[in-house]
């Protein structure tokens, strides 16, 4: 028995145990029950899969474990999120793409980006859609708040905005590393019409974008500094930091930390 698939009958069993027949609208048979919680055949009932497959997944054996019947356990042994989650992990299956936050958790974002000043800071979805900045993001490097709703985005700003261009020195550099995290993001998720109507819109909008994105090029996020020549403060060199918060594990919080004295004193220039 591999260590996953022990895992995975360990983690069956304890939910199974947990559960009482009336839980999953069963009625019990009479008399005392010598299995706590359902029995496999229950189990295998409420879910619609086979009994001996089941059994054969709670004795840990070697077996395929597909997606379908993964999320009708799910489903029948009333997992949480959490626990649904956790499953399609022991069974080694890819995992479910988190919940978009909701209305009511951006005043948290919104929070979070706000602390982090003087360092400009926002946080963009899986598309590169900002979903919240603070003042000294929409100060020294662009005001999301100034595009229409769907073109708030990264690469939109990057490689469509003159004015944010001509502040980046090292601007190819910079957005040609920001376009290979967005091909990585679109390639998991080819299916997203997000990401279609994005490329499309910036392949009319930006011939860089266009003759880049053919390249199909893959990358993660590179720690580095920045530099910005800001019109009013001068040159600002920000160190460029990628987070992502646990209950939004799809969302990025990025911060451009001011480098130097001098750098923090720049930006603080502009914040009054």
Request: aromatic share 8%; glycine share 6%; with cysteine.
């Amino acid at each position: 028995m591999s260590s996953r698939r022990g895992e995975l009958a360990a983690f069956l069993k304890a939910q199974r145990s947990r559960l009482k027949p009336e839980d999953v609208g069963l009625t019990p048979p009479p008399g005392p029950r010598r299995t706590p919680g359902l029995r496999r055949e229950e189990v295998a009932h409420v879910s619609g899969v086979g009994l001996t497959w089941y059994t054969w997944l709670e004795q840990g054996r070697d077996i395929p474990a597909s997606a379908r019947v993964i999320d009708a356990l799910a489903k029948g042994m009333l997992l949480t999120p959490d626990q649904y989650r956790h499953l399609r992990v022991l069974a080694d299956l890819p995992p479910i793409a988190p919940e978009p936050p909701t209305p009511e958790a951006m005043p948290r974002l919104q929070r979070l980006v706000d602390s982090a000043s003087p360092a400009p800071a926002a946080v963009y979805d899986v598309h590169f859609d900002y979903l919240a900045w603070n003042t000294a993001y929409a100060r020294i490097r662009h005001d999301p708040a100034s595009a229409a709703e769907n073109r708030r985005n990264l690469l939109w700003m990057l490689f469509t905005h003159d004015e944010v261009k001509a502040r980046m020195p090292r601007w190819e550099q910079a957005a040609r590393s920001v376009l290979g995290q967005f091909c990585a993001a679109a390639g998991e998720r080819a299916d997203d019409p997000r990401f279609g109507e994005l490329v499309e819109a910036l392949s009319a909008a930006s011939e860089e974008f266009r003759e880049w994105y053919a390249d199909y090029p893959v990358r993660g996020f590179v720690p580095t500094t920045i530099p910005i020549d800001h019109p009013e403060a001068g040159m600002i060199a920000l160190e460029l930091f990628q987070l992502r918060p646990l209950e939004h594990p799809d969302l990025i919080l990025t911060m451009q930390v001011p480098v130097t004295a001098d750098d923090r004193a720049r930006v603080g220039s502009l914040l009054g």
